[in-house]
Nanobody, 123 residues
C-alpha cells in the first residue's frame, strides 16, 4: 500500500501559478499510475491529469489542457502538478491519487488518496 501527502496549495491571484506536490511513501511508487483530481463545493470530484508509471502516457482533462502539466520523479517518489494561468473556477480542493491500473484516465481505478490541499484563485 502506498500513502500520499499533497502540498503546495494556497491563495493565488487570477493568472498566477502554483505547483502542487504529492509525496508517496510505503510501497514503491513506480508500481502505480498517478492522478490529480479536484473537487469544488457542490461539484463532483474531477480527474484533471494522470501519468503512467514511468511517465510515458499522460492524460489531461479539457478543462486544464494547455495550462496544467503533470510530471513525476520516481527517485523522489513524488508527482507534481504545475498549474499556470489559474482562473477563479480552478478554486477547489486538489487531491493526489494512485492506481495500480494501466488505464490512467479511468477515474474509478484510483483507490488510494491523499488528504487534499486547498487552492483558491481570487483577487
Amino acid at each position: 500500500q502506498v500513502q500520499l501527502v499533497e502540498s503546495g496549495g494556497g491563495l493565488v491571484q487570477p493568472g498566477g501559478s502554483l505547483r502542487l506536490s504529492c509525496a508517496a511513501s510505503g510501497r514503491t511508487f513506480i508500481y502505480y499510475s498517478a492522478g490529480w483530481f479536484r473537487q469544488a463545493p457542490g461539484k463532483e470530484r474531477e480527474l484533471l491529469a494522470a501519468i503512467s508509471r514511468i511517465g510515458r502516457d499522460i492524460y489531461y482533462a479539457d478543462s486544464v489542457k494547455g495550462r496544467f502539466t503533470i510530471s513525476r520523479d520516481n527517485v523522489k517518489n513524488t508527482v507534481y502538478l504545475q498549474m499556470n494561468n489559474l482562473k477563479p473556477e480552478d478554486t477547489a480542493v486538489y487531491y493526489c491519487a494512485a492506481s495500480s491500473d494501466y488505464t490512467i484516465a479511468l477515474a474509478t481505478a484510483y483507490v488510494t488518496w491523499g488528504q487534499g490541499t486547498q487552492v483558491t484563485v481570487s483577487s
